[in-house]
């Protein structure tokens, strides 16, 4: 007798009855306590099912079991093997694929399933004098949450919330759990680590690294190239992924969700797990992050309605996919089935409320060619003097401060001074480089001025000429994940784009390499013309970029600049 499969499937609805939201978690917080509460409680509770079921078998709805299916422990979900069974060392999770956007949004569902059935449960805990009927309300209507981190900082902490950095809850942050009589009591943070217990619960599923904690990074504003990504790429293809082969990939195409994906995951992580794809689905922030790349998703599909999936040979191996293997829209998302026999596939998961509950924010501002328009002054284009103006971030004020000391040159930029002519030059930085150059995360950054070689890279975030990075999630030498192992052997090339228009505040941490030491690292800039839409309407992107050879070019003319710029015998 075959056996019965898990389902994946969104949380039913009422008929009649708006889809729920999915809320930024600051948002949550603050004006949705009594969700808060309970996702708090629910989380906790989740974290705690036991990973195996009291015959021995494993328990796919636990925690461990659902967070293992990105990565480690290697092993079969839902009884879904590939071509050679579970010998291979790789996870289901679709990176360097055209599937990397499709096959994480049926991954979400189960957690949130999961994770939504505690709520309810931790909801009928309390008791009626403890406004049970309030309680039970709130989670009927409760989605999971995501963490919006391309908002721009309002203060000096940066866009991390300080609720994700403590161990436990206490004081204001307390939790009102059923029978604290409706006081805010201390509760272990169920957002700040998972907690293996035991580290390996089935034989060979981790190393003995340090998995305890990790590190979120601060003052992160994304926003300039996620709205950049979202709006003027065009073709699903090269937004989808960072491994779309270099055949079809022409330049100004470097950018993608993956990309900024990457960045995220390198820089939240300290010592922890985020940094590591093996790893990274047991870290609670994961699925804050992923429940936003999927908005992401959503936004750019409800922008650029006819461009879908196509076919496309996969550069990474996966769980059940053998690197180059051919992928489209039919291609089976394993290991989550729609049915008992069928499973998902992009085009199954296409209409974003047949697998998610909706957002509660769909479309995003915060491009330069809206700032313009609406003349929208931030902290970074101020038209007042900086004595003047009020109500600035710690960080940024800082930064404007030693800009105008190192440059001479006043703390603001007047936007009455760009798109004069309904136009504007949105200029970019790319990338192109082996993913494992370095045998391990590293990241490439980007300044504006003078040379910065002999700055400490400990000081890097100070500096007022940083503009951004390309993160690079390569793997150790000896890395345990068959795949990474095979995309070593093959010198695999991912690409990046950095917007130069608005400079950003970034913390890098590492050591510095030089630039000719990282194997077939290649940098050019580039610009695209954008129009200021009128009002109501979008900014729109020129279908082509124009390179600029001369500024990766020694000075002198005489070849690669730093040995890494791209000449113009490279176009």
Wanted: glycine share 8%.
């Amino acid at each position: 007798m075959a056996t019965e499969k898990i389902i994946t499937k969104s949380i039913p609805v009422a008929p009649d009855v708006p889809v729920p939201l999915r809320r930024e978690i600051r948002d949550l917080k603050q004006n949705y306590p009594d969700q808060w509460n309970l996702y708090i409680q629910g989380l906790k509770a989740f974290q705690e099912i036991p990973c195996k079921n009291s015959d021995g078998t494993p328990n796919y709805l636990s925690y461990y079991e659902i967070a293992g299916i990105h990565g480690l422990p290697y092993r079969a979900y839902n009884n879904v093997t590939g071509k050679d069974g579970e010998k291979k060392k790789s996870g289901y999770c679709a990176h360097g694929s055209i599937l990397l956007p499709t096959w994480h949004r049926p991954f979400l569902a189960p957690f949130e399933e999961v994770l939504y059935l505690m709520v309810g449960k931790i909801a009928g805990d309390y008791l009626e004098t403890e406004r049970r009927a309030e309680y039970v309300a709130a989670a009927k209507d409760f989605r999971m949450p995501y963490w919006h981190w391309a908002l721009e900082p309002t203060t000096a902490g940066g866009v991390t919330p300080e609720f994700l950095l403590d161990e436990e809850l206490k004081g204001k942050d307390g939790i009102v759990t059923p029978k604290s009589k409706g006081e805010r009591v201390p509760f272990p943070n169920p957002l700040h680590h998972f907690k293996f217990n035991p580290l390996n619960p089935q034989k060979g599923g981790f190393d003995d690294r340090n998995m305890a904690d990790c590190e979120r990074f601060k003052n992160k504003n994304l926003t300039e190239r996620m709205v950049y990504l979202i709006k003027s790429y065009n073709t699903y293809a090269p937004f989808s992924n960072k491994g779309w082969l270099e055949s079809k990939r022409t330049r100004g195409e470097e950018a993608s969700l993956e990309d900024i994906h990457d960045l995220v995951h390198d820089k939240v992580d300290g010592d922890g797990r985020m940094g590591d794809i093996a790893t990274s689905g047991f870290d609670p922030i994961f699925w804050l992050h992923h429940t936003n790349i999927d908005r992401l998703f959503a936004i750019w599909q409800a922008i650029h309605p006819n461009s879908y999936v196509e076919s496309q040979q996969t550069t990474q191996e996966t769980f059940v996919a053998k690197t180059g293997t051919w992928e489209d829209n039919n291609t089976d998302l394993g290991p989550f089935y729609r049915t008992q026999i069928k499973m998902w596939t992009s085009e199954t998961v296409k209409d974003t409320e047949d697998i998610i509950a909706a957002f509660d924010k769909l479309y995003e501002s915060g491009s330069l060619a809206i700032r313009i328009r609406d003349n929208i002054q931030t902290g970074l284009t101020l038209k007042a003097p900086l004595s003047d103006v009020e109500e600035v971030g710690g960080r940024t004020q800082e930064f404007l401060g030693r800009r105008q000391e190192s440059t001479g040159k006043k703390g603001y930029v007047d936007l009455d001074s760009l798109g004069s002519n309904g136009k504007y030059l949105e200029w970019l930085t790319n990338f192109k480089v082996q993913k494992h150059a370095l045998r391990g995360t590293f990241s490439v950054e980007v300044f504006l001025g003078p040379d910065f070689a002999q700055i400490d890279c400990a000081a890097w975030d100070l500096e007022p000429g940083r503009v951004g990075t390309f993160s690079v999630l390569g793997s150790r030498e000896g890395t345990g994940c068959e795949r990474c192992r095979k995309d070593q052997e093959s010198q695999l090339i991912v690409t990046s784009q950095v917007l130069l228009t608005l400079a950003l505040v970034e913390n890098p941490d590492g050591s510095e390499v030089p630039r000719a030491d990282v194997a077939d690292l290649e940098v050019w800039v580039s610009s695209n013309e954008v129009s200021i839409p009128s009002e109501g309407e979008q900014p729109i992107y020129a279908d082509t970029v124009d390179i600029y050879p001369e500024i990766t070019t020694r000075r002198d003319g005489t070849g690669r600049g730093n040995g890494t710029g791209l000449t113009r015998d490279r176009i």
